[in-house]
């Protein structure tokens, strides 16, 4: 079947815009990752989403960032009024199961590249 | 404070030769271990895993090391192919939770 797909592949956007991302993961699939690449650096967690609900957002850097998923399914990571230290790549991962004590491979997007000005 | 560290930014290797990629970490709850590889403007795609049970992984070309007193994993391909060339990522996780630590990422170069 199809990969987890995101939208857009490429946003410019100026600096103090709302931007929204969004990921579909594999069909099934009960958890959803986002994280973000910034040059130079390693991936960097966001929220993690088991179904519709988010256990973890300890990684979200700040209140300008929000992310929802609905039905199980789809996936939008906001970010409000954009700085330009939030240039990243944005990518999602999906994976059939987690939970306490389990870890399960993590299938990715191709990411979104952000770019603020 | 990052938690994986790869010390190599770039690697580069012959063609048949075999290429290591090394990783280390910090946290000693850490017990489950993967390596993922990454082509130009495509996210990553899993390559090999292991648990803290084993030390030793193999899949084809692929093998994972693990020293756990030594808080250090590597990836071992063997032989190298053109092919192979790409970013590498080594992540652990805590099966007590759910977040992904990621490193930094080596660019392995393989000449043909």
């Known amino acids: 079947g199809a990969g987890v797909s995101q939208s857009p592949s490429n946003k410019v956007t100026e600096k103090g815009k709302d931007v929204e991302l969004r990921c579909d993961p594999i069909?099934?699939?009960?958890?959803l990752y986002w994280y973000r690449q910034s040059l130079g650096q390693g991936l960097e967690f966001l929220i993690y989403?088991?179904?519709?609900?988010?256990?973890?957002k300890s990684g979200l850097p700040s209140d300008r960032f929000s992310a929802e998923r609905t039905g199980g399914s789809v996936s939008t990571l906001t970010i409000q009024r954009t700085q330009q230290e939030d240039s990243a790549v944005y990518l999602c991962?999906?994976?059939?199961?987690?939970?306490?004590?389990?870890?399960?491979?993590?299938?990715f997007g191709p990411g979104t590249r952000l770019t603020v000005l | 404070d990052q938690q994986v560290k790869q010390n190599s930014p770039s690697l580069s290797v012959q063609e048949g030769r075999i290429s290591i990629l090394n990783c280390d970490y910090t946290?000693?709850?850490?017990?489950?271990f993967l390596w993922y590889k990454k082509y130009p403007a495509e996210g990553p795609t899993f390559l090999i895993s292991?648990?803290?049970?084993?030390d030793k992984n193999e899949d084809g070309r692929f093998t994972v090391f693990l020293n756990k007193s030594a808080k250090h994993l590597s990836l071992h391909i063997v032989p190298s192919q053109p092919g192979d060339s790409a970013v590498y990522f080594c992540?652990?996780?805590?099966?007590?939770?759910?977040?992904?630590?990621f490193g930094t990422g080596t660019s392995l170069t393989v000449i043909p």
């Open positions: 991962a999906s994976s059939r199961l987690a939970g306490r004590g389990y870890t399960d491979t993590q299938y």
């Open positions: 069909s099934g699939h009960t958890a």
């Open positions: 989403f088991q179904g519709n609900s988010a256990p973890d």
């Open positions: 946290n000693s709850m850490f017990d489950y």
């Open positions: 292991i648990s803290s049970i084993k």
């Open positions: 992540a652990a996780s805590a099966s007590y939770g759910n977040q992904f630590y």
